[in-house]
DNA sequence: ACGGATGTTGAACTTAGAGTACAAACTCCG
DNA sequence: CGGAGTTTGTACTCTAAGTTCAACATCCGT
């Protein structure tokens, strides 16, 4: 894949919508073509096809919420502050580009078979996670765990999966919010706070 | 879509593994006819096209799912321990059809498009968490909760993306162990238990 | 057993659309 | 000016989806 001129990407955004709303397959390249402005014969100039139009502007998603991510990482205060801060920030990004993440869910199988996706989307959530929570172990604002790892993936889960539902159904709540209640369960758990009554 | 003879629908479950590991869009009806041993005439004469013996397949699966978990609400016990069990329901079922867990996440876009599938999906998943978290705030073995159904979601997420994990990177831990570790950040959180630790 | 309905299949076919080829034009820079 | 790289229109090929249909099988009621 060529390096491509910023005036052409920034072209292409428009037809993100496009793949989010019917899928890549119901998509034709004459469409994204026509949508985006860009003839046809120049897209597979730059582009071995469909996929990797798609991939394109999945991983400039990904590096976005990678930044972000990595901001809220770095800041000040304890692991367990960050780690609310990396919530709001990748929730925050979701709900700015919700055609991509439409996108992304759609056609994720397709687009995650191209390995440098893979790579960007575990550094942009998983790592820093995952990072965060061995360093909240350690100054104590979080509790200790024997598995960062997967902590890291349910974390993950959780609030991507909220973060779609969001692309997907519209704008219903403040990302604030959705963040705040994120972090509560995240944090907090579902268990009254007064200990002894589960058996 | 014809009523499908059992004989055929079992024959089909090979093809979910060719779908799985290579996508729906290299995937031909001819492999799947060769791989299955149904013919492609036989194929069309039941399904419309590749897609709906995809989402055949993802139907089951969801049926399947739905039908441990509403096992596991209807137990006995308080709604906190019944949560438990329906994490390890649904983590057990994902476990156990690795293959279609891939085709479904790999998919999706193309397999939620068709309406009967989200329908299953909610019906899986979401209604019951959400109808449990509502009798957990009463019997106080949950604390309450503002909004169960963002709850839901989040819960949903939680387990779906480590259980497609699972599917994905093969089979590393056994499923209770995984549902153990879920439980316990859903329920405890990640917070340190003793409380005043964050500012 | 007969015969109609319904299921099953092979084979030949149409068609959409992905991807290719390429030459003409255009732009930029030394 | 001239060459390298870029941009685009147009016309093309080719794969695989989906259709058609006729032949054959199976089952079921009478």
Redesign the pocket.
């Known amino acids: 894949m060529?390096?491509l001129?910023v005036q052409?990407a920034t072209k292409l955004y428009g037809a993100a919508e496009l793949m989010a709303d019917q899928g890549l397959d119901n998509?034709?390249?004459?469409d994204i073509a026509e949508a985006s402005g860009?003839?046809?014969?120049?897209l597979?100039?730059?582009f071995?096809?469909?996929?990797e139009i798609l991939a394109f502007l999945l991983k400039d998603l990904l590096t976005a919420i990678a930044g972000d991510v990595a901001v809220a990482v770095a800041a000040d205060g304890q692991a367990g502050e960050r780690l609310v801060g990396v919530v709001r920030a990748q929730l925050d990004v979701m709900v700015r580009h919700p055609a991509l993440c439409r996108a992304l869910v759609g056609d994720l199988g397709r687009a995650t078979r191209l390995p440098e996706l893979a790579a960007a989307l575990s550094a942009a959530f998983y790592e820093p996670v995952e990072e965060l929570l061995r360093e909240g172990a350690k100054d104590g604002s979080l509790r200790a765990t024997e598995d960062p790892m997967s902590e890291a993936v349910m974390i993950f889960g959780t609030v991507t999966v909220v973060g779609l539902m969001e692309a997907i159904f519209g704008p219903q709540n403040d990302p604030e919010n959705i963040a705040r209640g994120v972090s509560r369960l995240l944090l907090d758990g579902l268990a009254p706070r007064n200990p002894g009554n589960a058996s």
Request: glycine share 4%; net charge positive.
């Open positions: 060529r390096a001129p052409l998509t034709k390249i004459d860009v003839p046809k014969a120049t597979y100039y730059y071995a096809g469909k996929e």
